[in-house]
T-cell receptor
Framework: AQKVTQAQTEISVVEKEDVTLDCVYE???????LFWYKQPPSGELVFLIR????DEQNEISGRYSWNFQKSTSSFNFTITASQVVDSAVYFC???????????WGLGTSLAVNP | EPEVTQTPSHQVTQMGQEVILRCVPI?????FYWYRQILGQKVEFLVS????????KSEIFDDQFSVERPDGSNFTLKIRSTKLEDSAMYFC?????????????FGPGTRLTVL
C-alpha cells in the first residue's frame, strides 16, 4: 500500500523561528517521487519541490531545505527564519508505481505569528 | 510564467443538477488531472487524462463524473447529478509528460457548493 503520513496537524511558531515539517511515506516501489506543495489561505496549491527515489541529496532553496532519508522513509521540510507569509498548509505527496496519481498526506497547517 | 487556470472560482448548485468545471492547462502539457479536496481533508485524485482518453481513475470517479477535452485548450469535469457530498474544492492540474514522475502544476481551484 502507498501512504503518506504527516503527523503534525498544526504548528504555530513565532516569526524568525526555524520549523521542520515531517513527512513519512510508504511504498514498495523502488522508483518513486516525492513532492511538497504549499496551500496558502487563498487556496491554490503551489509546487515547492520534487525528489526522486534515486537522489538522496538534500536540497536548499533560500530559506527552504529538504532532508530526504530513504532509511527512515522520510522527506522532511525545514523553513529557516520563518516569516508570516509562510503561514499556509503544507502537503507532502507521493507518486509511485506505473501511474501518475499523487497520494497526499493530510497536510500540516503552519501559523507563523509576528 | 504559464499557469493553469480554472473557472468558475466558486459554483453553487442544487442537488441533482449538472455542473461543468472548466480548466485551461498549461499549453504544452500533455497530461491533465482532476483532484478534489473536501473541506479540511486531504487532496484526493479523481482522474488523469492523456491523448484524449482517461489513463487512470479512482474509485471516486464513478459514472456520475466525466471528463472531456472539447478543444485544444479546455479540459472539463462534468458531474451529472450532484450530491451534497460532492461539495469540495476541485483542482485541475497538468504535467508535461516528460516522464511519469513529472511535476503536476495546479490551478487555483473551483469551490463547488451543493445545496
Amino acid at each position: 500500500a502507498q501512504k503518506v503520513t504527516q503527523a503534525q496537524t498544526e504548528i504555530s511558531v513565532v516569526e524568525k523561528e526555524d520549523v521542520t515539517l515531517d513527512c513519512v511515506y510508504e511504498t514498495r516501489d523502488t522508483t518513486y517521487y516525492l513532492f511538497w506543495y504549499k496551500q496558502p489561505p487563498s487556496g491554490e496549491l503551489v509546487f515547492l519541490i520534487r525528489r526522486n527515489s534515486f537522489d538522496e541529496q538534500n536540497e536548499i532553496s533560500g530559506r527552504y531545505s529538504w532532508n530526504f532519508q530513504k532509511s527512515t522513509s522520510s522527506f522532511n521540510f525545514t523553513i529557516t527564519a520563518s516569516q508570516v507569509v509562510d503561514s499556509a498548509v503544507y502537503f507532502c505527496a507521493l507518486k509511485a508505481g506505473n501511474n501518475r496519481k499523487l497520494i497526499w498526506g493530510l497536510g500540516t497547517s503552519l501559523a507563523v505569528n509576528p | 510564467e504559464p499557469e493553469v487556470t480554472q473557472t468558475p472560482s466558486h459554483q453553487v448548485t442544487q442537488m441533482g443538477q449538472e455542473v461543468i468545471l472548466r480548466c485551461v492547462p498549461i499549453s504544452n502539457h500533455l497530461y491533465f488531472y482532476w483532484y478534489r479536496q473536501i473541506l479540511g481533508q486531504k487532496v484526493e485524485f479523481l482522474v488523469s487524462f492523456y491523448n484524449n482518453e482517461i489513463s487512470e481513475k479512482s474509485e471516486i470517479f464513478d459514472d456520475q463524473f466525466s471528463v472531456e477535452r472539447p478543444d485544444g485548450s479546455n479540459f472539463t469535469l462534468k458531474i451529472r447529478s450532484t450530491k451534497l457530498e460532492d461539495s469540495a474544492m476541485y483542482f485541475c492540474a497538468s504535467s508535461g509528460g516528460t516522464g511519469w514522475g513529472d511535476t503536476q502544476y495546479f490551478g487555483p481551484g473551483t469551490r463547488l457548493t451543493v445545496l
